[in-house]
């Protein structure tokens, strides 16, 4: 009999202040090229650090829909985030969502340990496995003429929630970063020559800005998510934005749903992680820190640009899970907009409507997981759907040692094969991490 035990990936860090201004961010609009992950500017002296990504794309022929979640680090009273994107989204094109829906998939998608238990030698029996299972807001005068005078175009404006929207064009990058930067904001270093190589691609910028006043009015806490949704060949995810606000690496998982198969990175390299390892039942206890070394021990195999696969498979089911597939009604509101069992569609309008006729199609999950920095990723990723329905998850076994008694001969045949897959688990567990074999032995022999 085996049982599942998940990591959760979701970052528990900070001040509690500091956790109420972490925000989860969806993004959607009708276009002709993609683009997202932008950049966080503060008011004033205040530093905010973005490290850590979490991204729902929902992808259907040229139509995606994304969700996002960052970690913002700092006391802004008055922050935002800068996005790259191609066109300007109408009103109904973005709304408010759920933000417990990021959590949901990484519960569902996580790594996680699987445990086995060894049978009585003298008594064999057949083995099973079971698995645990708003209107738009028009821009002052004032800021309107003072962009005007610099090239810059307040092209939309809109309240969603507790956030103010903006969406900016501009003429040239100097016009643009001295627009942001007599707004109040601190833009990060280097962010003058980014903001020009965008908008020589001519793209706009979609500026969410937090209104504290309207969020300590809702009772402060999370901030909510903003759905956005576009049509475009393009599937791509900008990133390097996001590098001007990290004092290193940053983390991004990257959560793909499509009714094709998997979807991997097409202009880097994309590999799975190491699964279906033995390791020693000391990682039991530990195995948050046991995962965060084996991916970066992969992380630094792969040679630190490679988009690491930790899971593959349709949301009907799983084996073993480590929390309950998500629902129907879960997946639309991750952007799903295809049909499913119970039937919808999403007409260009972006409203999803229910359609009792045609074929069900099925959601394929793809959980990619990025470690960057500007150097390591130059370019912004871009994606490709594929056929490939092969399943695959981050899987580690623990397999409990039979400890009752008995003689037969293949109890003593038992114990001496129980000494080799011990030191089969320290070596196996020391090439997984990185760590001391002769620690690790020390502390097997602890257990």
Known sequence: MSKSIRINTVMQLGTPRQRRLWTLLGFGLASSAAAFCGFFVAKGDSKIFNRSNQVIIARDGNRSVFTMMNDYQGSAKDFARIVPIPVVPRREDIRIGDPSIVKKL??????????????NPCAPSVMFDMAMPSASAPAPASAQARANALGVKIEASYQVGEYDIAILSASQQTGL?????GEGYRLPPGADTMLGGYLRSGMKFFVVRVNMERFDA?????????????TSEKFMLPIRLGTLNSPGEQDLTVYLLSPQGRIETSNYRTAAMPTDKEVPMLVKNQFAPFYRHVFR????REGKNVALLEYAWNT?????????PPTSAELREAGVFWRQQEGFSAPTSGAIVPTPEGEAKPVFLTRLHVRYTAATFPEDLHFKVTPNQNTFQGRYILRHPY????????????KADLKRRNEA????????????????????AQE
């Open 106 to 119: 990484d519960a569902y998608s996580a790594p996680r340990l699987v445990e086995y238990f060894d049978e």
């Open 297 to 300: 021990r992969a992380y630094e």
């Open 177 to 181: 970063a001295t627009y942001l930067r």
């Open 403 to 414: 400890k009752g008694g008995g003689s037969c001969a293949a109890l003593n045949t038992y």
């Open 316 to 324: 009907n089911t799983c084996d073993p899970c480590s929390s309950e």
């Open 425 to 444: 688990q320290a070596q196996t567990l020391a090439n997984l991490t990185g760590w001391d074999i002769n620690h690790i032995r020390q502390r097997m």
């Open 218 to 230: 809702s009772g402060g806490g999370f901030l909510n998510p903003i759905v956005l949704s576009y």
